[in-house]
């Protein structure tokens, strides 16, 4: 059975940081891209970073500068680490793990970014 386990969220203030983490097991990790997607209230999910199997990485441009996605294989465990955070940056953020056709997504963590 494929899970993926997000934690790390919480309530920060604007200008912290937080580091979230995404624990995957059933699924031969290092071959996977892994992906940070975020939902905030009333909006649609949207990918915020991702990383591929060869380490490669891409982020939302809302993102860039401030946001780092890493990957650990030996822990199958990819990171997402967040500075410089602001208010819009409040959401549920979900590990999402993708190979071909096969798609798997953990169940959230939410952040939220208030003074």
């Known amino acids: 059975q494929v899970q993926l386990v997000e934690s790390g969220g919480g309530l920060v203030q604007p200008g912290g940081s937080l580091t979230l983490s995404c624990a995957a097991s059933g699924i031969i990790f290092r071959f996977y891209a892994m992906n940070w997607y975020l939902q905030g209230p009333d909006k649609q999910r949207e990918l915020v970073a991702s990383?591929?199997?060869?380490?490669?990485?891409n982020y939302a441009d809302s993102v860039k500068g401030r946001f780092t996605i890493s990957r650990d294989n030996a822990k199958n465990t990819v990171y997402l680490q967040m500075n410089s955070l602001r208010p819009e940056d409040t959401a549920v953020y979900f590990c999402?793990?993708?190979?071909?056709?096969?798609?798997?997504w953990g169940k959230g963590t939410l952040v939220t970014v208030s003074s």
């Open positions: 999402n793990a993708r190979l071909g056709d096969l798609n798997y």
């Open positions: 990383i591929t199997s060869g380490e490669s990485t």
